[in-house]
């Protein structure tokens, strides 16, 4: 039999800090009916009146900023400092969507012709279930969450079990930023209760971000209606620094891309590529900015790498450390180079030299502080190791030629391509998975589009041809 309540661990001290209560799967139909009701009215709201809401939503949210970021911190384990960033970003990139949506979504009137006025109108889709991960818990809510509201849906809100008290947050800012009621409302729930949402005929469109296998599972339950689909599985993002580039900025750049949030990130990088004549440049550069991170209570200004979000977690990466150590791969950076916390689920920063293409630590996604570097003769051999992956998610390449940078982003095959920085988000740019790293866009217009479809107008106001 299930426990009534799920307990929340802070990953920094492995103790139980809150309980939650988990909604039965008994409760689906009544929550899907609520949101159909609002988003019955919520549809009849002019744009101007959608994005006054949004607004306040955002500015109730921001007035909670600080303690939203400590609440991030507890349940998953980032550095208080990232959190706060992340807070930051999420509203940030909220506001420019918001005023991007009158343009992407208004009514488009094409030219009359042979009495013929047409035109295209988006419309809602209903209502969308939004599925963040637990490791950009506000950033991942909402991407989804503005762009459905913007889009005159209704919005289901499924936080992972790891951070649930971010989308109790979140509701209750649209609540007291006087949003309607039940046009956006939050559960707490396994993958049972996610499976019976996603199953739901009444839920129009699925939002997900998590893992592959996650995300097969999503396809499959709603896989009896025709739901809008937006997923983010994964990444094993590939970095290519060349000879000309900074060296310096690319070591700190990549020291960021690396491990941020402790490398658990779908955007992470987690195989850089160097040109041959500059290996060695580049490993002391970046191996020396790596030393200098700093494990330790998360909620400390001066710990700049926290402990994993999951208890598992260390066991899993050093799996795939202890098997690319069997190959002919160098350990450059290790867990004598740092002062382990005496409590946490941490694992120390893995730098790993030489590591031969097929290693799982260059093939899959590992979700923790561990890259792999390798050097290469040419782009050619570059872009063929880049692209030797399943994911396709983003990659970036460091030099000062923007003519070889045009060159290898066209052979790229990944939906977003850096030059000289990585994991920077442009809410005017579509992030656009390819490959095995989803499907579907977020950000940006075709962002917005995703949580709506055209209706053509076809009117005859003139008298028929002859």
């Known amino acids: 039999m299930k426990s009534p309540h799920l307990p929340l661990s802070n990953p920094y001290t492995g103790e139980v800090f809150d309980t939650v209560t988990p909604m039965s799967v008994e409760g689906v139909d009544r929550v899907v009916r609520e949101a159909r009701k609002a988003q019955a009215k919520w549809r009849a709201v002019s744009m101007a009146d959608r994005c006054t809401v949004c607004e306040e939503f955002l500015r109730a949210l921001q007035s909670i900023g600080d303690d939203l970021a400590r609440e991030v911190t507890l349940q998953m384990g980032k550095p208080l400092t990232e959190a706060m960033a992340e807070v930051r970003v999420a509203i940030e990139s909220a506001k420019a969507i918001i005023a991007m949506a009158d343009n992407a979504l208004g009514e488009l009137w094409l030219p009359e012709e042979n009495g013929i006025e047409?035109?295209?109108?988006?419309?809602?889709?209903?209502?969308?279930?939004?599925?963040?991960?637990?490791?950009y818990p506000v950033l991942l809510a909402l991407r989804t969450l503005i762009p459905a509201l913007l889009g005159g849906n209704a919005v289901i809100l499924k936080h992972s079990t790891k951070t649930p008290l971010t989308g109790r947050s979140i509701a209750g800012a649209f609540e007291a930023g006087g949003g309607?009621?039940?046009?956006?409302?939050?559960i707490i729930g396994d993958a049972e209760l996610t499976?019976?949402?996603?199953?739901?005929?009444?839920?129009?469109?699925?939002?997900?971000?998590?893992?592959?296998?996650?995300?097969?599972?999503i396809r499959q339950h709603a896989s009896q209606h025709s739901k809008r689909l937006v997923l983010e599985l994964g990444g094993n993002d590939p970095a290519f620094v060349c000879a000309d580039a900074d060296l310096d900025a690319a070591a700190r750049g990549l020291l960021r891309g690396v491990f941020e949030n402790a490398g658990q990130s779908a955007w992470a990088v987690e195989r850089i590529y160097i040109e041959k004549s500059v290996y060695d440049a580049f490993v002391e550069r970046f191996t020396e900015h790596v030393r200098s991170?700093?494990?330790?209570?998360?909620?400390?200004?001066?710990?700049?790498?926290?402990?994993?979000?999951?208890q598992r977690g260390p066991d899993d990466l050093q799996r795939i450390v202890q098997a690319a150590m069997t190959t002919d791969a160098r350990l450059l950076v290790g867990p004598s180079d740092f002062k382990r916390p005496e409590t946490g689920w941490f694992f120390?920063?893995?730098?790993?030299?030489?590591?031969?293409?097929?290693?799982?630590?260059?093939?899959?996604?590992?979700?923790?502080?561990?890259?792999?570097?390798?050097a290469v003769d040419t782009d050619e051999q570059a872009i063929e190791l880049m692209n030797d992956s399943p994911y396709g998610l983003a990659a970036s390449i460091w030099t000062q030629d923007p003519d070889r940078t045009m060159r290898l982003a066209d052979k790229l095959e990944v939906g977003?391509?850096?030059?000289?920085?990585?994991?920077?988000?442009?809410?005017?740019?579509?992030?656009?998975?390819?490959k095995g790293s989803g499907q579907g866009v977020t950000l940006s217009p075709w962002g917005l589009h995703q949580f709506t479809r055209p209706k053509a107008l076809h009117l005859r106001?003139?008298?028929?041809?002859r």
Do not use: Y
């Open 348 to 374: 120390p920063p893995v730098v790993m030299g030489k590591v031969p293409q097929g290693c799982a630590l260059m093939r899959q996604e590992c979700f923790g502080p561990v890259v792999g570097l390798r």
């Open 293 to 310: 991170l700093e494990m330790g209570d998360p909620m400390s200004g001066a710990t700049t790498l926290g402990p994993l979000a999951t």
């Open 416 to 434: 977003t391509v850096f030059l000289n920085e990585t994991g920077v988000f442009d809410p005017a740019l579509p992030w656009s998975p390819a």
């Open 461 to 465: 106001t003139g008298p028929p041809a």
């Open 180 to 186: 309607p009621f039940g046009l956006v409302q939050d």
């Open 118 to 135: 047409r035109a295209v109108r988006q419309e809602a889709l209903g209502v969308v279930l939004d599925i963040p991960s637990w490791n």
């Open 195 to 217: 499976a019976a949402f996603a199953a739901h005929p009444g839920v129009d469109a699925i939002a997900f971000a998590g893992s592959t296998a996650g995300g097969a599972a």
